[in-house]
């Protein structure tokens, strides 16, 4: 668990005290052909999320039957999803472009910011989305009054400036650091890796960042499995099969980005050391930080039947417009 810990003691040993001025990321390689295999894979990659991204959030803004809590949460997902991928899939297709792996200063803090936020937040949608299902299915005479406009557009506030205020703090502890090494052994900035090029002693930050991961994961976690426990329990109380089914549908797609989400994030940070390397480090990464942003719109387009129906009536329209 953790492997970055026991890594962090193996990089330090015998370092000198240098002052570094420049900081360079992990290129995914040094032969040309591959360097325009990387560009136009994460090119695709990266267009098609942006694509369904703010295709899912256009449908749910042009279509006033989608105008409801459920889908205003799944908008800001869509767009927490396209800050968190475009915080390193850009930097990583210029390297690869102008073979230059340099990175600046404010270009990494900028980048560990990013990256912070965009997984605090979606963190912090998808326990809400849970919480949405909850009182849709188990209190659907109290939805319009418990998930009224105000109390949604508070939550979504809530959720992004506790994660922009969340991310400046781990920023500004990161940055404080003395850096002896400018070789980042990522294709992004991470705090992780800047702790393993750090000759400061880091021990109380990682201490402190095991305990908060920790935990925060442990609330969420916890908050989505009681949600849906009692959305379990009321369902398997509904004698029409057709009704439960209904209810068991909106939720499907939640699960599906949920288990996506914490699964690749869950690989990255909290496999096993011996399971530890460059390359499965930089595997790792490109899961966590790429699939997430890409999969969640396919996943909610081809699994809620409404999105599926507006998104197809708004091309519909575009092409008799056309």
């Keep these: 668990m953790f492997p970055f810990l026991s890594t962090r003691v193996r990089l330090t040993e015998g370092r000198g005290n240098q002052t570094v001025t420049a900081l360079s990321l992990l290129g995914f390689s040094d032969l040309p052909e591959l360097q325009i295999l990387h560009f136009v894979t994460f090119l695709s990659i990266y267009s098609a999320a942006l694509v369904g991204n703010f295709l899912l959030m256009l449908t749910v803004v042009q279509n006033q039957s989608l105008h409801n809590p459920m889908y205003f949460f799944l908008s800001n997902l869509s767009l927490s999803d396209v800050c968190f991928i475009s915080a390193t899939v850009p930097k990583s297709l210029a390297i690869s472009w102008t073979n230059n792996t340099q990175i600046s200063f404010p270009g990494c803090v900028a980048q560990v910011f990013l990256v912070v936020t965009g997984a ?23 939805y319009t009054v418990l998930m009224n406009w105000n109390t949604c557009i508070q939550m979504a506030a809530a ?30 900035c991470g705090i992780p890796q800047l702790l393993m090029i750090s000759c400061t002693d880091t021990t109380a930050i990682v201490v402190g960042l095991v305990i908060e991961g920790v935990v925060v994961c442990s609330f969420c976690f916890f908050s989505i499995l009681t949600s849906y426990g009692f959305i379990l329990q009321n369902v398997l109380k509904i004698k029409s099969a057709k009704a439960r089914s209904k209810a068991f549908s909106t939720c ?32 790792a990464a490109v899961l966590y930080t790429i699939l997430p942003p890409l999969l969640n719109p396919i996943i909610y387009s081809l699994k809620n039947k409404e999105i599926h129906v507006a998104t197809q009536k708004m091309f519909k329209k575009w092409l008799d417009f056309a």
């Excluded at 940070?269 to 460059?278: E, F, N, V």
Aim: glycine share 2%; net charge positive; aromatic share 12%.
């Design 252 to 283: 499907i797609p939640h699960l599906t980005v949920l288990s996506l989400f914490l699964s690749t994030a869950m690989f990255c940070y909290m496999r096993p050391k011996s399971m530890s390397s460059i390359s499965v480090d930089l595997t």
């Design 159 to 188: 959720s992004w400036i506790s994660s922009m205020i969340h991310a400046a703090m781990h920023t500004a502890n990161t940055f404080r650091l003395h850096f002896c090494s400018s070789k980042i052994e990522q294709y992004f």
């Design 120 to 142: 605090g937040v979606e963190l912090t949608f998808l326990t809400v989305m849970a919480y949405d299902r909850y009182v849709a299915i188990c209190h659907p005479l109290q």
